[in-house]
T-cell receptor, first 113, second 114 residues
Framework: GDSVTQMEGPVTLSEEAFLTINCTYT??????LFWYVQYPGEGLQLLLK?????DKGSNKGFEATYRKETTSFHLEKGSVQVSDSAVYFC????????????FGPGTRLSVLP | DAGVIQSPRHEVTEMGQEVTLRCKPI?????LFWYRQTMMRGLELLIY????????DSGMPEDRFSAKMPNASFSTLKIQPSEPRDSAVYFC????????????FGQGTRLTVV
């Protein structure tokens, strides 16, 4: 079945550092790709998404580009803030081919002041 | 819309007791998911409904777990009898059924079985 792999955490950065969290996927169809963020004690919130190759999703300074040739959807942010400390999940969905949401294991990010 | 609403937010129960978790999906969403999150196993899909019908319950761990969706605005996840290993955060999520739209998550229910 389809699967998502993302870099193991935790990731610890200083404020204003550059962030990259790697995500790769395997899929038989043509999935949509998502990044979700989970703050402590809360549910998952959609951060950004991309539905076709070369699409770039962006939100709150975060970006990720759908790379079909490398089956990747890496999350980046140019300058992280303490408030970005959370767990980040990469996910895919291909409902048109009967594939529900598949989530990666999550990457915990801690940003230090 | 208030989003996906789950209740209770926290539940502490004794081993052997019945536990019922509740979920109200976003109005208009025809798909509903129940997930379980633990440190060891991450986020696991337990069951998925489409138009109130269970489509895939292969993730339900055992017969002690059951889920229902009597109408489009309400779902329950029941554990009977509960065991300490059921302690986890349980999330409900909903989405539109077609295409590749995102899922919207509730705040979760933190279950502790002692």
């Amino acid at each position: 079945g389809d699967s998502v792999t993302q870099m193991e955490g935790p990731v610890t950065l200083s404020e204003e550092a550059f962030l990259t969290i790697n995500c790769t996927y395997t899929a038989t169809g043509y999935p949509s790709l998502f990044w979700y963020v989970q703050y402590p004690g809360e549910g998952l919130q959609l951060l950004l998404k991309a539905t076709k190759a070369d699409d770039k999703g962006s939100n709150k300074g975060f970006e990720a580009t759908y790379r079909k040739e490398t089956t990747s959807f890496h999350l980046e942010k140019g300058s992280v803030q303490v408030s970005d400390s959370a767990v980040y999940f990469c996910a895919l969905s291909d409902r048109n081919y009967g594939q529900n949401f598949v989530f990666g294991p999550g990457t915990r990010l801690s940003v230090l002041p | 819309d208030a989003g996906v609403i789950q209740s209770p937010r926290h539940e502490v129960t004794e081993m052997g007791q019945e536990v019922t978790l509740r979920c109200k999906p976003i109005s208009g969403h025809n798909s509903l998911f129940w997930y379980r999150q633990t440190m060891m196993r991450g986020l696991e899909l337990l069951i998925y409904f489409n138009n109130n019908v269970p489509i895939d319950d292969s993730g339900m761990p055992e017969d002690r777990f059951s889920a229902k969706m009597p109408n489009a605005s309400f779902s329950t996840l029941k554990i009977q009898p509960s065991e300490p290993r059921d302690s986890a955060v349980y999330f409900c999520a909903s989405s539109f059924p077609a295409g590749n739209t995102e899922a919207f998550f509730g705040q979760g229910t933190r279950l502790t079985v002692v």
